[in-house]
């Protein structure tokens, strides 16, 4: 009897272990998720894309999916107001890919060190002592999240018609920040230790481009940037400028929201248009006609520097210098971008696979993770890799898997073994 329970027990060890691994496996890499068409044409997964949007959108949405830089499918719905592609969304976070391209024009100017401490630049406003020494809090830490920042931020904005609270004051204390968030930017790690997503830290960087340049950040971007890569319709502030067609914003069900204001322009506030962005992912590869990687703006030794892995967490390469890091493509690069979301129902993705110039954009309002989830499944389709966004959601319901599996096979293991001492005791 002993020598059975002993064999029944060490095989659901063994089932355990292996539905361990699978579970994992299945995280980490899709074992057991399929793509969302089986074939490698972008206008099959471009209308399975639509189709799934359509399902799932309960306010606006602008989509683009490129090939070699240039547009292949679009799809542009709204419950209201028509949305096309100049139409404005506000991007929420993906306006840290755009502001880091601000900061990484004064490097390639001289104007900046990327690893000298962020103090050398500023005198409007100083990080607060603690217990770690902040001269390791560097520009290319803040771009990473690896300076040691631990706000946390998210940023929930003002209302229209309400005073936006003053820069240096929002970072001593956002009046705004995100429920949880005490809202103090402060080094709380060890600088260069681990890596933390700090939207203060960006908010920072700001501050560092009005300190160098002398001019208001929209001012600096619009000149540096957006006028440059020929993005007419972006800024980081709608007040007072006249513009028109600004896509609404939505809830979940689908009723009007509000769009707020920000005093971290370079964290949050971005509007740009599907357009717009389609230019900027086209900057990052060779023209049609030539013009070079970075059109100007960044060298393309810079842009390149920017996908370089410097940040990691669950033993994968998440972050380069403003960039997410989604997925590894097959070519020694990585699928790269960054998404954006806010509060009640903003969630943006501008994702693109540098050597290809295949990539994907999605603007919307109203549900809190299609734009998300679909660029998910546009990585999960170009590398066959589960991106690091998707992983995190990943984790929960990887854990619940666990422990569900986890108890079946201890409830077959007893089963067996009260089984085996039933049979046991009918042949004595």
């Known amino acids: ?10 095989g659901a060890l063994l089932l355990a272990g292996l539905w361990g691994f699978a579970v994992l496996m299945n995280t980490e890499n899709g074992w057991f998720r399929s793509p969302l068409v089986e074939t490698n044409d972008a206008k099959s997964f471009g209308d399975a894309a ?21 547009p292949v499918v679009q799809h542009y719905a709204s419950k209201a107001t028509l949305v096309n592609g100049d139409t404005l969304f506000q991007v929420a976070s993906l306006s840290k890919w755009i502001t880091a391209w601000g900061v990484m024009s004064l490097v390639d100017e001289g104007k900046l060190d990327l690893d000298a401490p962020i103090s050398t630049y500023l005198s409007r406003w100083e990080l607060p002592q603690g217990a770690f020494d902040n001269s390791g809090v560097t520009i290319r830490r803040l771009l990473s999240h690896t300076a040691g920042l631990t706000d946390g931020l998210g940023y929930a904005g003002f209302e229209p018609g309400t005073p936006v609270q003053g820069l240096t004051d929002s970072l001593t204390k956002a009046a705004d920040a995100s ?17 933390r997503y700090s939207g203060g830290g ?3 960087l700001q501050l560092l481009i009005e300190e160098v340049s002398g001019q208001s950040f929209n001012d600096f971007m619009t000149e540096r940037v957006f006028t440059p890569l020929g993005m007419t319709r972006s800024t980081f502030i709608i ?28 964290a949050a506030s971005l509007y740009t248009s599907a357009n717009d962005l389609t230019k900027f992912l086209a900057a990052q590869r060779p023209g049609s006609a030539e013009e070079a990687i970075g059109r100007d703006v960044l060298k393309a030794e810079t842009v390149a520097a920017m ?5 990691s967490t669950l033993g994968l390469d998440i972050w380069g210098l403003g960039t997410m890091l989604y997925a590894p493509t097959g070519h020694r690069g990585f699928i790269v971008g960054h998404d954006g979301s806010n509060e009640p129902a903003i969630n943006t993705a501008a994702r693109l696979d540098p050597t290809t110039g295949d990539g994907i954009i999605l603007l919307e309002t109203g549900n809190k993770a299609l734009a998300s989830n679909v660029a998910g499944e546009w990585v999960f389709w170009k590398t066959g890799k589960v991106d690091f966004i998707d992983q995190t959601i990943g984790v929960k319901n990887m854990f619940l898997a666990l422990i569900a599996g986890w108890l079946v096979i201890l409830a077959g ?14 042949t004595a």
């Open 1 to 10: 009897m002993l020598k059975r329970l002993i064999t029944i027990f060490a």
């Open 202 to 204: 960006y908010t920072l």
């Open 179 to 195: 429920p949880g968030k005490d809202g103090a930017v402060r080094v709380g790690v060890e600088p260069g230790s681990e890596w």
């Open 239 to 266: 007040d007072g400028k006249g513009l028109d067609n600004i896509a609404t914003a939505y809830d979940t069900a689908g009723e009007e929201a509000t769009l707020y204001r920000f005093t971290a322009l370079a």
């Open 307 to 311: 996908y370089e892995p410097h940040a």
């Open 50 to 70: 639509i189709r799934l949007i359509e399902k799932q959108r309960a306010g606006n949405i602008a989509f683009v999916l490129l090939e070699n830089g240039n």
């Open 413 to 426: 293991a007893v089963w067996l073994a009260l089984r085996a001492r039933k049979t046991l005791r009918q």
